[in-house]
Nanobody
Framework: VQLQASGGGLVQAGGSLRLSCAASGRAINSDAVGWFRQAPGEGREFVAAITWTVGIALYADSVKGRFTISGDNAKKTVYLQMDNLKHEDTAVYYC????????????????WGQGTQVTVSS
């Protein structure tokens, strides 16, 4: 199982970034892919998730209207387009797969990738 997250970086407030999560191995047989984030000194929190097939998406209230999750089932890659970034979006972002179902709960996700740092300067 491998999940490769990329696309993080440093951006000014109001700017945009697009994260990518490429899945391989058993991860490609999952029902859904989710993005989570963890700010310094904070717990990991749900950001967004999407199913591979029909593209049903879930979002945390804090990112609705600013972030868009999408998936390319052929490439087994999920994207997180982040627009109008705020300083409070600064965190390490992780992608993970849920083998069965679609949810927002960390414990429901089975495999995790390494994180990618997103830093938003105010």
């Amino acid at each position: 199982v491998q999940l490769q997250a990329s696309g993080g970086g440093l951006v000014q407030a109001g700017g945009s970034l697009r994260l990518s999560c490429a899945a391989s191995g058993r991860a490609i047989n999952s029902d859904a892919v989710g993005w989570f984030r963890q700010a310094p000194g904070e717990g990991r929190e749900f950001v967004a998730a999407i199913t591979w097939t029909v593209g049903i998406a879930l979002y945390a209230d804090s990112v609705k209207g600013r972030f868009t999750i999408s998936g390319d089932n052929a490439k087994k890659t999920v994207y997180l387009q982040m627009d109008n970034l705020k300083h409070e979006d600064t965190a390490v972002y992780y992608c993970a797969v849920q083998m069965y179902g679609l949810g927002m709960v960390i414990s429901e996700y089975d495999y995790w990738g390494q994180g990618t740092q997103v830093t938003v300067s105010s």
